[in-house]
């Protein structure tokens, strides 16, 4: 309700027609008045308010609230998300969980990454605009194409007394695609190591040490380090074919590696 003034209405006395215009100017606009609502509302509201909203706990939209989502604040929904040009900083901790209970970030349109001893989690895919991209993977399966896009560079940390299997698609559906693995922050669990396959496609390995000696080329299935290994400074290049996957082996012992 408005808030009206009761000054010179009492019980008893005469009512004045100032004090009815009170009451008409009050709820048509041409007085200033405080309204004060209690329970509920129903209706609509058509014009500019131009205050401040104190609180809005509860709210169920408050599309223009100066701190909410969309309006005047810094988020507007595009489509079926909201979304923002403005710098974003977070202090703490951030969880991003999809619908499917996943968590996915997705960075294959970022022209850049910056690191400082932060780990980008197992659900990154990397492409060819990283410089090098840091990816988690302990322990785990995983599919080639779920963990790096065609071009990309990434580096593996074995930390976990486990392997780490990566499985890879038929290469005709990436021919011509490289991917580039790297094994440079630390040297692996004792019991871990990493091993590439293909269930129907064979893989067309080389191995070479630092100083070039060769000890393994061959067309197999499957391609894994031993134990505790691959040690820094190995670096694997991958490249799709049109009936193999081609794989070049640079590491610093060739005998790490083994294939069947």
């Given at each position: 309700?408005?808030t ?12 004045q ?12 606009g ?11 509302f ?7 308010y131009t ?25 507007a929904?595009?489509?079926?998300y909201?979304?923002?040009t ?14 499917s209970?996943?968590?996915i970030?997705d960075?294959?349109?970022?022209t850049?990454?910056?690191e ?24 785990g399966?995983?599919?080639l194409?779920?963990?790096?896009n065609?071009g ?30 790297t ?14 396959s ?7 390995a ?11 080329t ?6 894994s ?6 040690t ?17 082996i ?11």
């Amino acid at each position: 309700m408005a808030t009206i003034s009761r000054t010179g209405i009492t019980d008893g006395s005469a009512i004045q027609s100032e004090h009815l215009t009170r009451i008409i100017d009050a709820l048509d606009g041409t007085a200033t008045t405080d309204v004060i609502a209690t329970g509920s509302f129903t209706g609509s509201f058509d014009g500019i308010y131009t205050g401040t909203v104190v609180s809005a706990s509860y709210a169920v939209t408050a599309s223009h609230a100066l701190t909410g989502v969309g309006g005047s604040g810094i988020f507007a929904q595009t489509g079926s998300y909201y979304a923002t040009t403005n710098d974003l900083q977070i202090t703490g901790s951030l969880t991003v969980t999809s619908g499917s209970g996943t968590s996915i970030v997705d960075f294959s349109t970022a022209t850049a990454v910056s690191e400082s001893a932060v780990n980008i989690a197992t659900s990154l895919k990397v492409d060819g605009s990283f410089n090098t991209d840091y990816f988690l993977a302990e322990s785990g399966s995983y599919n080639l194409e779920d963990i790096i896009n065609p071009g990309g560079i990434v580096d593996i940390e074995l930390k976990q007394a486990a392997p780490l299997f990566i499985t890879l698609p038929s290469p005709s559906t990436y021919l011509g695609s490289r991917y580039t693995f790297t094994f440079q922050r630390n040297t692996p669990n004792p019991a871990a190591y990493v091993r590439f396959s293909q269930a129907s496609t064979l893989l067309a390995a080389t191995v070479i040490d630092v100083t070039g000696n060769s000890f393994m080329t061959k067309a197999t299935t499957m391609v894994s380090s031993s134990l505790g290994t691959p040690t820094p400074e190995t670096r694997i290049d991958l490249i799709a074919g049109k009936n193999f996957w081609h794989m070049n082996i640079v590491t610093e012992d060739g005998v790490d590696w083994y294939s069947a």
